[in-house]
């Protein structure tokens, strides 16, 4: 069945970096559009990021442009989230997505089940 496991959250100062990883299974990697969520605490799920399956094209919130980078590994089946320049609003859960692409939730169909990113002031 399909997998989305992700790692790397953790607790992190004001400024600090994170690497995010999630590494996928059971479906064809390279044919999906691979994204990330986050839910912070009595919080909607909100778009933070995704990436095409070439990897040609991504698209970022607002709230995270400049600050946060996708990429993706199709030979190993990975996608990653490079975040820089951490600010305690992005204390969140953060889930990462395969699907068809968009801002939305409803555009991805496999989800994983979240790594806790906590950003000290």
């Known amino acids: 069945q399909v997998q989305l496991v992700e790692s790397g959250g953790g607790l992190v100062q004001a400024g600090g970096s994170l690497r995010l990883s999630c590494a996928a299974s059971?479906?064809?990697?390279?044919?999906?559009?691979m994204g990330w969520f986050r839910q912070g605490p009595g919080k909607e799920r909100e778009f933070v990021a995704a990436?095409?399956?070439?990897?040609?094209?991504?698209y970022y919130a607002d709230s995270v442009k400049f600050r946060f980078t996708i990429s993706r590994d199709n030979a190993k089946n990975t996608v990653y989230l490079q975040m820089n320049s951490l600010k305690s609003e992005d204390t969140a859960v953060y889930h990462c997505?395969?699907?068809?692409?968009?801002?939305?939730?409803?555009?991805?169909?496999?989800w994983g089940q979240g790594t806790q990113v906590t950003v000290s002031s």
């Open positions: 997505a395969a699907g068809s692409g968009g801002y939305r939730p409803v555009g991805y169909k496999y």
């Open positions: 059971g479906l064809t990697f390279s044919s999906y559009t």
């Open positions: 990436i095409s399956w070439s990897g040609g094209s991504t």
